[in-house]
Each structure stands twice: as C-alpha cells, then as structure tokens.
Nanobody, 120 residues
Framework: QVQLVESGGGLVQSGGSLRLSCAAS????????MGWYRQAPGEQRELVAS???????NYGDSVKGRFTISRDNTKNTVYLEMNSLKPEDTAVYYC??????????????WGQGTQVTVSS
C-alpha cells in the first residue's frame, strides 16, 4: 500500500508557473504508475498527466506542451511542472498511484489534493 501527500499548490497569475510534488510513503514506489488528475468545481475529475513505472508519459490534450510530469524513484516523489498556466487550469490537483495485479486488476491510491488557482 502507498500513501500520497501533495504539495506546491497555490495562487498564480495567468502565464505563470507552479511545480507540484507528490511524496509517496510505503514500499515499492518504483513499481507504481503515477499520475496527476484535476477536478474543477462542477466538473468530473480528469487526467492531467501520467508516468508509468518505466517512465512512459501521457498527457491530457489541454496541457500538452505546457505541463511536464517526472518522477524520482530515489526520493519516492512525482512532480508536475506547470508552465503557461491559464485560468482554466484552476482546480484541485490529485496525485494518483496505480498498480496492476493478476487478482485485483488495477488498484488506485489517491492523495488528498492540492488547490491550484490561476488568476486572469
């Protein structure tokens, strides 16, 4: 099992940058795929970016070219570098860890979320 704690959210002006961090505790971090999701008020939670245990990345269409996900397995941490932020990026950002097993299939773990607010 893994526990996730996000940090780095806050208020930033349009065009600015933020870096989110997600620290994981528990064993086997390097075997988990990791991701960032976000949820704006009244909206469904959506995938922002993900990175597999092998480092393969995937991005939501709305953030491609602006956001970068990375991981440091020596620090049990995943990062989300966010540049050229827009007001529509305002949301609660959640860290996600997932792993597949033959018996359970995909199992997901979530952090508590961190608020990102982009002012126009």
């Amino acid at each position: 099992q893994v526990q996730l704690v996000e940090s780095g959210g806050g208020l930033v002006q349009s065009g600015g940058s933020l870096r989110l961090s997600c620290a994981a505790s528990g064993s086997g971090f390097s075997t988990y795929g990791m991701g960032w999701y976000r949820q704006a008020p009244g909206e469904q939670r959506e995938l922002v970016a993900s990175i597999t245990s092998r480092g393969i990345t995937n991005y939501g269409d709305s953030v491609k070219g602006r956001f970068t996900i990375s991981r440091d397995n020596t620090k049990n941490t995943v990062y989300l570098e966010m540049n050229s932020l827009k007001p529509e990026d305002t949301a609660v950002y959640y860290c996600n860890a997932y792993r597949y097993s033959f018996i359970e299939g995909r199992r997901d773990y979530w952090g508590q979320g961190t608020q990102v607010t982009v002012s126009s």
